[in-house]
């Protein structure tokens, strides 16, 4: 194989195969030339070619060569982590997420604004959010700034107008209102979908092409790759399993106007109000995401109504995904949210329910796992989300195939993140 090539060959290899290789390097991390010419589908000439042109241009870089499983060296390829940014935003119920992350959608650093349940969050304060990361940034870095993600909560209608009440939306023109007060390209997604595909990408259903996602905080998200490829629906609101009767002699109202409805009992502000309902007594003052930790704790304390209240809502956490698996037959379940502080609590009895429930041959090839991004997943989500729709934006792609020839900068984000005490960029 010839190692130099011409301009006009250079210029000859179809996009297509570029932005090929770089989803196969940006969900396996790293890569040899012959893994890569197998996940493609492109021969071996064509995976040189690619390559040559992604190290010419800064996207990728070479590890060092490795051994293959056979003893054989190879050269391992990376993408260049500081190739390129997102801006990332996670539009949460009870806050908003602000981050930075590299092409691999590491966080570099991030801060969020609190917002009071219910209360309607404006756009402004998203404004002003934008503006601080890229106030932070040095010229150089935001030439490097290829896209935003977004990550709402809430029901999307068919003209794209959405109602979220954690937010104090109704109808609202989210994608309007964005393009009136950000200068950038911008791409959303639903938190259920951004979180699940986070975990498929890079946390806890890494290649697992069927698998759920349940979210449970201020309601119960959900959402599900079916064959790898996501449970939409006709406007994108598959899977509200939330809204799914799971007791319908249950006196709980549910925001939605039913009774009995998953989000009725299982979310983290009903199972608040339904340990003050049994127990008779209050909880501290403190923030609602601090009171479902108060009742989590006199749960493990064997405070007998804690314990009831947790019992009822991960029986019918169960029994609704036990009615999910019957119907899709995923491997993997992942769940979040607030579960992830009770992991202890929620894991036996969900896994119990499930036992009895789902069908045998289904629940024997069946994991339940918790998240493995944590209160980064919907960050890392809608950078994953703005990495995948820049490469099938031509506009976008030749941004970030240009703005990888730059020369790095990371040194500004190193002490940005140093000062913000954000999380060191994962290994
Ligand atoms: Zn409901």
Not at 6 to 33: C, H, I, K, Q, Y
Request: aromatic content about 6%; proline content about 4%.
């Amino acid at each position: 194989m010839r190692q130099t090539e011409t301009r006009g060959e250079m210029a000859e290899v179809p996009d297509l195969w570029l932005r090929r290789v770089l989803r196969v390097l940006f969900e396996r991390r790293e890569a040899s030339r012959g893994e890569i010419a197998r996940a493609t589908g492109l021969d071996s000439a064509g995976v040189d070619l690619a390559v040559r042109r992604l190290l010419r241009c800064g996207l990728v870089r070479l590890l060092g060569p490795d051994r293959s499983p056979s003893g054989r060296r190879r050269e391992v390829l990376a993408l260049e982590a500081e190739a390129g940014y997102f801006l990332a935003v996670d539009l949460e119920g009870t806050r908003v997420r602000f981050g930075l992350t590299n092409l691999l959608a590491e966080v570099r650093y991030r801060w969020e604004e609190p917002v009071a349940f219910g209360s309607r969050f404006e756009m402004r304060t998203f404004a002003r959010g934008v503006e601080k990361v890229l106030r932070n940034l040095t010229p150089e870095e935001r030439d490097r700034l290829i896209a935003m993600g977004v990550s709402y909560s809430g029901v999307i209608d068919r003209e794209g107008r959405i109602t979220a009440f954690n937010l104090g939306w109704k109808d609202f023109p989210l994608e309007q209102e964005i393009a009136c007060v950000v200068d950038l390209p911008f791409f959303l997604g639903s938190e259920s979908l951004i979180k699940l595909m986070a975990e498929h990408w890079q946390g806890a259903a890494r290649c697992c092409g069927n698998c759920f996602f349940v979210h449970v905080a201020n309601g119960v998200g959900f959402a599900g790759l079916v064959n790898g490829h996501p449970m939409r629906g006709r406007d994108g609101n598959a899977g509200e399993i939330g809204h799914i009767t799971v007791d319908p002699a249950a006196p709980d109202r549910c925001k939605c106007g039913k009774t009995g409805c998953l989000e009725a009992i299982a979310s983290s502000p009903n199972i608040v109000r339904q340990y003050r309902e049994l127990a008779g007594q209050s909880l501290p003052k403190v923030l609602l995401g601090d009171q479902v930790m108060e009742v989590f704790h006199r749960a493990r304390s064997r405070d007998p109504a804690a314990i009831a209240v947790i019992d009822r809502a991960a029986r019918y956490l169960g029994l609704a995904l036990a009615h999910a698996a019957n119907l899709l037959n995923p491997e993997v379940i992942v769940l979040g949210g607030d579960l992830i502080h009770a992991q202890d609590l929620f894991l036996p009895r969900i896994r119990a329910e499930l036992a009895r429930h789902v069908l045998p041959e289904i629940y024997a090839s069946l994991e339940v796992r918790f998240s493995a991004l944590g209160f980064d997943s919907g960050l890392i989500g809608a950078a994953c989300l703005a990495f995948h729709e820049a490469l099938r934006e031509p506009a976008l792609f030749a941004k970030m195939l240009r703005s990888a020839r730059s020369r790095p900068a990371s040194a500004n984000l190193a002490r940005l993140a140093a000062a913000r005490g954000s999380r060191a960029v994962r290994p």
